[in-house]
């Protein structure tokens, strides 16, 4: 998978996809990842790229022009243009498999304000990371890039990610490790049992009782 990041921040990239997992899937060419600044396609002499907004405001808004050339150069008939904004579809682990059989990601960081609103017209989808307001899209750009890509084919194990929390709507069941008391804590005893099916029931039984105490709206029973 291709994945092109428009940002006006590229250092902010820095350290991010080049530690742990993300940095092995880029090594072995799973993905790649571009940060593309872009100003660098502005028409203006001053190497602006946002404006203040018509009928008056607060804050400056990004312009048509450098993001409409940028996309245009860079798209293709595999793209998929993505938006990031606070008024986006809100983003789940669902989307980040869908996201995850594309070839080619083009993601739209905003900034400041906002965006001129003509820029939607060439987007094919727009996420919000949340429920709440980031100063820009990079850290949310780099949520949707860390979460789609440790389901890309051969970057973790599907085993690794197919019981994640989100999967048929439940959170995921607690882990143990060793030692097999810390503290005086117990690990249950079920885990120790080396019984399969056991430890299958238990692991489901308390998957269900997590998310029914802190996420009830998974189970559609809040
Ligand atoms: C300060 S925000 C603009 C907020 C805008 N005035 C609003 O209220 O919707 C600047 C940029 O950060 C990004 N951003 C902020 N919060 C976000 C969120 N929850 N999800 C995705 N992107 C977000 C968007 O790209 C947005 O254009």
Same mark, same amino acid.
């Given at each position: 998978?291709?994945?092109?990041?428009?940002?006006?921040?590229?250092?902010?990239?820095?350290?991010?996809?080049?530690?742990?997992?993300?940095?092995?899937?880029? =090594?072995?060419?799973?993905?790649?990842?571009?940060?593309?600044?872009?100003?660098?396609?502005?028409?203006? $002499?001053?190497?602006?790229?946002?404006?203040?907004?018509?009928?008056?405001?607060?804050?400056?808004?990004?312009?048509?022009?450098?993001?409409? =050339?940028?996309?245009?150069?860079?798209?293709?008939?595999?793209?998929?243009?993505?938006?990031?904004? $606070?008024?986006?579809?809100?983003?789940?682990?669902?989307?980040?498999?869908?996201?995850?059989?594309?070839?080619?990601?083009?993601? #739209?960081?905003?900034?400041?304000?906002?965006?001129?609103?003509?820029?939607?017209?060439?987007?094919?989808?727009? #996420?919000?990371?949340?429920?709440?307001?980031?100063?820009?899209?990079?850290?949310?750009?780099?949520?949707?890039?860390?979460?789609?890509?440790?389901?890309? $084919?051969?970057?973790?194990?599907?085993?690794?990610?197919?019981?994640?929390?989100?999967?048929?709507?439940?959170?995921?069941?607690?882990?143990?490790?060793?030692?097999?008391?810390?503290?005086?804590?117990?690990?249950?005893?079920?885990?120790?049992?080396?019984?399969?099916?056991?430890?299958?029931?238990?692991?489901?039984?308390?998957?269900?009782?997590?998310?029914?105490?802190?996420?009830?709206?998974?189970?559609?029973?809040?």
């Amino acid at each position: 998978m291709k994945i092109d990041i428009l940002t006006l921040f590229p250092e902010m990239f820095k350290g991010v996809f080049e530690e742990s997992i993300i940095k092995r899937a880029i =090594d072995e060419k799973k993905v790649e990842i571009n940060i593309i600044n872009f100003r660098d396609y502005t028409n203006d $002499p001053h190497k602006k790229v946002d404006d203040t907004p018509y009928g008056g405001g607060a804050g400056m808004v990004l312009t048509c022009q450098p993001i409409f =050339d940028c996309v245009n150069d860079i798209k293709t008939n595999d793209s998929k243009v993505i938006l990031l904004t $606070p008024s986006g579809v809100p983003y789940k682990q669902k989307h980040a498999y869908e996201l995850a059989d594309e070839k080619h990601l083009i993601i #739209i960081c905003g900034h400041y304000e906002g965006f001129d609103e003509r820029i939607r017209t060439i987007v094919d989808e727009e #996420i919000s990371i949340g429920d709440y307001v980031l100063t820009g899209g990079e850290i949310a750009s780099m949520v949707l890039v860390d979460s789609v890509t440790r389901l890309l $084919p051969g970057v973790i194990t599907e085993a690794s990610h197919k019981d994640d929390s989100f999967n048929n709507n439940l959170l995921d069941y607690p882990t143990y490790t060793k030692p097999r008391v810390y503290n005086g804590l117990e690990v249950p005893e079920v885990l120790l049992s080396g019984d399969h099916k056991k430890i299958e029931e238990f692991r489901r039984e308390e998957s269900i009782k997590k998310t029914r105490e802190v996420r009830p709206d998974l189970l559609g029973d809040d």
